[in-house]
């Protein structure tokens, strides 16, 4: 396949062959636009927007407050949990969804923080890379200012031979994002989680950038906490609730910060004392944002009926195809490749760097083409396989071609920063 020239009946032809094909219609895409960013937000599944209506025209409106028993509002954080934790490799009463990810990361290192000073007293640091999303370091930092540096300190490290190597004795804690947020580089979470437990080393995984676009196994990595977004490959909408995974071995010795009525033994008992609940429920805090969690469990049935390795191939070969076909335009020979083009190694996007990488991103959205920017200069680019076709990826490439070749790119109206990019 490398090397050899992609015709443009070659690439109908994938789409005629594609197991996956059929799922686009799930979705409300406008006919116009070729979606390349379903890795910041999903696009938005039918069964969503009907869920939406359903909500404000008889749920709230007509059934109020009756709805929590009615409509098993009560019970939808569970509910939204074991259907991500099939996406996750979670046997069941190990996954909950509630609050952001920025939060549930708050909860699961405080956790994890706990058990290792009642078990291992002596161990401070959490060990992550300095390329990871930002509010992943960032809430480390909030909560080393609340502990103090003997009990919470940040280390960072650059690759995957320096976390290895960064395995030393007083750390406490190994925080990855399996998929890096810019570089799209996806880690060996088998090997990283095996590797840490053999120096007594806790592990969260942060799942942002993989729930969702490929196979993930919790479980049988014996990972002990995950966290993730509900918004990105899982297409639950701006904002939708985030997910907690902690492992079941692990609940009884677990007390999470946050101690607020929701996670609470018997939140109806209204008891002076908090009491934890035993399970995943513990991780609860606060009332669930109902409309929100409700739109978000009726976008993961999308996934009821997909097979996770059949997803992944067909992601693998959407950024394999964009590559390949980038590589075909002598003009497009200045973006330079930052993803590994290894497949053990790559996520579910493709990130150029390139020095006008902004504007770039900015003349394909006005060409209808919606990717993203990331500073200082990258071009990143989502494969979502559940509703992008083969076609689109000479499309959009097509696109991007001309836009470089005429130089429109360089018009002052690109170089317009907007508040999000
Ligand atoms: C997108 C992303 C987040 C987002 O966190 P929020 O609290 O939902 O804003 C966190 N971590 C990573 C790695 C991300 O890519």
Redesign the pocket.
């Known amino acids: 396949m490398k090397n050899q020239f992609i015709t443009y009946q070659h690439i109908v032809r994938l789409d005629q062959q594609d197991p996956l094909a059929t799922k686009r219609d799930a979705f409300r895409l406008p006919t116009e636009v070729i979606y390349l960013d379903g890795n910041?937000l999903g696009a938005m599944p039918e069964a969503a927007a009907e869920r939406a209506g359903e909500l404000v025209q008889q749920q709230w409106s007509k059934d109020l407050i009756t709805s929590w028993n009615k409509h098993h509002w009560i019970d939808l954080p569970k509910h939204v949990g074991e259907k991500i934790g099939r996406l996750i490799g979670a046997a069941p009463d190990q996954v909950i969804s509630c609050?952001?990810?920025?939060?549930?990361?708050f909860k699961v290192l405080s956790c994890a923080l706990l058990l290792q000073q009642a078990q291992n007293p002596g161990r401070s640091i959490v060990l992550s890379q300095s390329g990871?999303?930002p509010?992943?370091l960032y809430m480390v930092q909030g909560l080393a200012t609340l502990l103090g540096e003997q009990n919470c300190q940040l280390k960072l490290v650059a690759d995957e031979a320096d976390i290895i190597a960064g395995m030393t004795p007083d750390v406490a804690v190994l925080l990855l994002?399996q998929?890096d947020?810019r570089s799209g580089r996806l880690l060996n979470m088998q090997r990283l989680t095996e590797l840490a437990h053999a120096k007594g080393i806790l592990v969260i995984w942060?799942l942002?950038?993989s729930a969702g676009a490929l196979p993930i196994e919790l479980d049988a990595c014996q990972v002990d906490f995950a966290?993730?977004?509900?918004?990105?490959f899982l297409n639950g909408g701006p904002?939708a609730p985030?997910f907690i995974y902690a492992a079941k071995r692990l609940h009884n010795s677990l007390s999470q910060p946050l101690t607020g009525w929701m996670g609470h033994h018997s939140p109806f008992n209204f008891d002076k004392q908090y009491q934890k609940a035993p399970g995943i429920e513990q991780f609860l805090t606060g009332t669930p944002a109902i409309l929100s969690l409700s739109v978000l469990d009726a976008a993961l049935d999308v996934f009821a009926d997909v097979e996770l390795t059949q997803l992944r191939q067909k992601s693998l070969q959407l950024s394999s195809y964009f590559h390949q076909l980038v590589q075909q335009h002598d003009c497009l020979q200045s973006l330079q490749l930052l993803t590994p083009l290894n497949e053990a190694e790559r996520g579910s996007q493709l990130a150029y760097q390139h020095e006008d990488a902004y504007a770039l991103c900015q003349a394909l959205i006005k060409q209808g083409v919606i990717a993203d920017f990331r500073a200082p200069n990258i071009l990143r680019l989502g494969f979502t396989p559940l509703y992008l076709r083969f076609i689109d990826m000479w499309t959009a490439v097509e696109i991007l071609a001309d836009i470089v070749r005429s130089q429109e790119y360089t018009k002052a109206e690109y170089k317009l920063k907007h508040k999000v990019t």
Do not use: E, M, Q
């Open positions: 910041s609050d952001s990810t920025s939060v549930n990361l990871n999303f509010t992943d994002t998929v947020f942060d942002a950038h966290i993730g977004c509900g918004y990105k904002g985030a």
